[in-house]
Nanobody
Framework: VQLQASGGGLVQAGGSLRLSCAAS????????MGWFRQAPGKEREFVTA????????YYADSVKGRFTISRDNAKNTVSLQMNSLKPEDTAVYYC?????????????????WGHGTQVTVSS
């Protein structure tokens, strides 16, 4: 599975961005998809994940109510809609894939990673 994330950029606090991740390779619906982020000097952290069929999603407390993950298995894409952005959301965002039935919040569980896209939120 190859992943390509896009959609990052610079936005003012309170604004919105939509990230997309395109997948190629094997059967996309077999894979739970996750978004992680890494800020300078910090460890990579879980943001959100969605099951292979899109039926369930899980969010980190820090983004709950502001971010929404979705997927389109017909197009092999997963998206992250980010609203009410805060300066502390500034990070490189990565999409990742793991072939499991449920969801994982643990980065080490994910087998495939995109290159990341920078999100910068100015105050």
């Amino acid at each position: 599975v190859q992943l390509q994330a896009s959609g990052g950029g610079l936005v003012q606090a309170g604004g919105s961005l939509r990230l997309s991740c395109a997948a190629s390779g094997r059967t996309f619906s077999r894979y739970a998809m996750g978004w992680f982020r890494q800020a300078p000097g910090k460890e990579r952290e879980f943001v959100t994940a969605i099951t292979g069929n899109g039926g369930s999603a899980y969010y980190a407390d820090s983004v709950k109510g502001r971010f929404t993950i979705s997927r389109d298995n017909a197009k092999n894409t997963v998206s992250l809609q980010m609203n009410s952005l805060k300066p502390e959301d500034t990070a490189v965002y990565y999409c990742a894939a793991v072939e499991i039935a449920g969801i994982s919040t643990i980065a080490m569980m994910y087998d495939y990673w995109g290159h990341g896209t920078q999100v910068t939120v100015s105050s």
